[in-house]
């Protein structure tokens, strides 16, 4: 809620007029609360893991031709019954778990400092700050992610996401209730560390889920932007790891590949890499042009 009854008074609050942006803020935000602004991320988080997956889902069945080559393990189907499984049991998750940890934790939003007020941030403000949420999230994730992959937090917790070896766009939230409170944390550090604005905080809660619905697809689509983002993982370095499985002590990073690469955890990875392209380059001499998936190539075996 803005402590302002006008626009008038809110410019006159500035010093300056409003951007047209700021104007739209104004006109929205003015008299609603700041708690009812914050859940708006229940509706953010409902229509994304909805939405996306579901693009993934069309061009699978529809521009299967286009996308087939892409698909990072084409051996493995699954049914449309089997993914609608999947998207109930996220769906159920989501409204015992997600939204109500939403509705709960205001109040730690409300002291790291998220705010609702004017002046609104500037476009360089917004990707400085989303820049240190990915990376100070990708950061702890990491080590979260490499416990949950020791004997007791695998068996207990992890082994949910893990049940998908070729994931899909909707198994990227597929989860054990207590691996979605404790990998909430991370997502609130950065915003505690560099506390900006509520618009900021909802597009780091939305990228970063749809970055993780990406990762997840089984498509390493060729057109995405995200491949322009330096040390970003994506889809076929996560997918990696879901296909070593239960014993994977690689790609643990939940962004980028620079931790996995600094701790030693992408040995595994980068050596399936180096077959692949040799195998990729002896089906080349033959006259041979073809995308050699990770799948494929090691005799069955996955290298760890
Ligand atoms: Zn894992
Ligand atoms: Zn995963």
Not at 280 to 291: F, H, M, P, S, V
């Amino acid at each position: 809620m803005l402590p302002y009854a006008t626009v008038q008074e809110a410019e006159a609050a500035l010093g300056r007029s409003l951007t047209a942006a700021e104007t739209l803020w104004f006109n929205y935000s003015a008299t609603k609360s700041d708690y009812f602004l914050y859940c708006h991320n229940i509706i953010f988080l409902f229509l994304i893991f909805s939405l996306f997956p579901f693009y993934y889902l069309f061009l699978e069945y529809f521009f299967k031709g286009s996308v087939g080559p892409y698909k990072i393990q084409p051996k493995v189907k699954m049914s449309f019954s089997d993914t609608l499984r999947c998207y109930k049991s996220v769906m159920r998750m989501f409204f015992l778990v997600v939204g109500p940890l939403q509705l709960v934790s205001y109040p730690s939003v409300k002291m790291i400092g998220v705010r609702t007020s004017l002046p609104l941030p500037s476009l360089w403000e917004i990707v400085l700050q989303l820049g240190v949420y990915f990376i100070v999230e990708d950061y702890t994730n990491y080590w979260i992610h490499r416990f949950l992959h020791c004997k007791w937090g695998y068996e207990k917790i992890h082994k949910v996401h893990h049940e998908y070896t070729a994931p899909i766009g909707f198994a990227a939230p597929y989860a054990h209730w207590a691996e979605i409170l404790i990998l909430g944390i991370p997502s609130f550090l950065g915003p505690a560390m560099v506390p900006g604005h509520m618009i900021t905080f909802w597009m780091w809660i939305a990228l970063r889920q749809i970055e993780a619905i990406e990762t997840h697809s089984g498509y390493d689509l060729p057109w995405t932007p995200t491949k322009y983002i330096p040390f970003y993982g994506g889809p076929d370095y996560h997918d990696y790891h879901h296909y070593v499985g239960g014993q994977s002590q690689s790609n643990f990073a939940s962004v980028f590949t620079y931790c996995d690469y600094i701790y030693g955890t992408d040995k595994g990875y980068r050596y399936q890499k180096k077959v692949l392209e040799q195998l990729r380059d002896g089906l080349k001499t033959n006259g041979e042009q073809i995308r050699v998936p990770h799948d494929v190539s090691t005799q069955g075996h996955k290298v760890d």
